[in-house]
């Protein structure tokens, strides 16, 4: 596929990881990078990973054939607000949201309905790091891309946006909206809330006790995904609140029960308890090399 | 130092390390291993790891000038039992278990109180791998071992203990025996349980959904501590079950209160405490890198 322009709106991470691999892999002429800070915006065109730079939506969207809305969830309906004046029907649109209702919802807020060229996208990668300086060029390489197409959605353009993405080296998967958030909310944002919760409580402690300086590289991996970006994930809270809370209060159940199970001294059944879940992450990683 | 036989009764990650560390840096003359699981006996002598090896640790510990008991901490006391006939006033004694109550529980029900010349150890290192296959000559480097010595411990079996460990290229911490179960509990016991109890939980909702062909590295880094040896851990949780439970009592507690959070869509609270959690985290690593 070949883009003219592409307008990348939001360039962190993601936005600027898929900067960096539609150039690597010469997917388009050139790239408009769109971002609210000036400082970030500035450092991708230092870094070369924007040909052109703008701190409107509107104006760096007008033009392009292939428009990319890669900031928090928090900020898409202001930008489909932006974009709305300029939105075409030559041009396909997708996003990265972590959660997809929240997007289709502000869509559906801004436009009345989902517009017909617009797919929603996630991309299953990512970085605890943030801000253009964290890009990378195969950040997309070989991982999962979720794409949430509408009843409403155009062939044509679900075709080109998987393209595109298929292009940055990722592996396309279709599922649904409410699918995707209830997935997602199990293997991504639980995990995010329980790291958080777990850290903040050992932070108060270590205040007191020094605990930190005792914690080994288990303790450094267990807890990497709480120093994701806070704004971000309160954003993905909101979002995806219904989901979450409900596999929050469903975990609180699971360890209370495996607390009793402590406390009555059933040893058996906390090595079976153990053994399964072993047994469980064993299948998860023999599926993750496939 | 110089130690003529080194004993070394478990030969697993840990135990395997132990000798392949005390090899290289020329640290004995002969490392006899013992272990009741012949197999992994035979292929520790396979791979040059011990010179001689032996299924009865009181054989094996009898003429050896120091000892490492590094077998899971559920079998430190039949060990005890085995090694008390040739117990050696001339020799050094050290562990490695992951809890030090149990292991001084066990010296004292063995030999009425903890002899004057076994100093409890705990390196803070390993990996989710398990057997002698698994150890590697760089497990120790740099890591923290913690002591525990009692008030009965000598001086002189406490300064070979700590050249011994140090000579394997560890940092060496002393500290309580108490303290020692209350920090660990809190940042390696409690973080398993939590681990182990999610990956159970989406495992039952994988074979369903397959769920897990959509989690990320992020994923992959937060449960790899499920990934441990069952039969390790539920030993741990036997030997420090009260501070294990009142770890995960508290821990219910703080997911409970996010979870009210959330549901109050209070999210400048939800913001607050990400990024507390965050900075606490970025505390940890600055430590970790000194």
Known sequence: MKIHRLCIIGVGLMGGSIALAAKARGLCQEIVGVDRDGENLLQAVE???????????????????????????????????????????????????????????????VFGEVPK??????PIAGRELSGV?????????????????????????????????????????????AHHDHVLAATSHLPHVIAYTLTHMLGRKDEKDEIFQYAAGGFKDFTRIASSDPSMWTDICLANQ?????????????????????????????????????????RFLDQHHQ
Chains 1, 2 share one sequence.
């Open 242 to 282: 219904k989901e979450i809370l409900a596999y929050l209060r469903q975990f609180e159940k699971e360890l209370k029960a495996f607390g009793d199970t402590m406390e009555q001294g059933d040893w058996q059944a906390i090595f079976d308890f153990f053994a399964e879940a072993k047994a469980a992450r064993q």
């Open 133 to 177: 300086g964290a890009a990378t060029v195969d950040l997309f390489l070989g991982k999962r891309v979720i794409l949430t197409p509408l009843p409403v959605t155009q062939i044509r353009a679900l075709e080109q946006v998987r393209r595109f993405w298929h292009s940055l080296g990722a592996k396309i998967h279709d599922m649904s909206v």
């Open 47 to 109: 870094l070369g990973v924007i040909d052109d730079a703008c701190v409107d939506a509107r104006e760096g969207a007008e033009f392009a054939d292939g428009i990319v809305i890669a900031t928090p969830v928090g900020s898409v309906r202001p930008v489909f607000e932006s974009l709305r004046p300029v939105w075409s029907d030559k041009a396909f649109y997708t996003d990265v949201g972590s959660t997809k209702s929240s997007v289709v919802k502000a869509a559906e807020a």
């Open 117 to 122: 060229n617009f797919v929603p996208a996630h």
